[in-house]
């Protein structure tokens, strides 16, 4: 995981660091709904990526 998605996780969405592991289930690194929505709207002010929640949902892993 690069550097700015962790500041971004723990920072701005307060996910506990110690469960963003690479190959950690979204469900485990502590996600829900408005965490969904939350890095959605952040990387698409901060970075230009337009990504949808629900695409978001579907990835695997934090990695």
């Known amino acids: ?5 962790s500041r971004i996780l723990t920072d ?6 110690d469960r963003l592991t ?4 979204l469900d485990r690194a502590g ?3 408005l965490a969904f929505v939350e890095l959605s709207v952040l990387l698409t002010d ?5 990504i949808s ?11």
């Not at 690479?22 to 289930?25: G, L, T, V």
């Not at 929640?53 to 990695?63: C, E, F, L, Q, W």
């Open 31 to 33: 996600f829900d709904s």
């Open 46 to 50: 901060r970075y230009g990526i337009d």
């Open 22 to 25: 690479d190959d950690a289930s």
């Open 1 to 5: 995981m690069t550097g700015d998605l």
């Open 12 to 17: 701005d969405l307060k996910l506990p660091a």
């Open 53 to 63: 929640d629900s695409d978001i949902k579907n990835v695997a892993t934090v990695g």
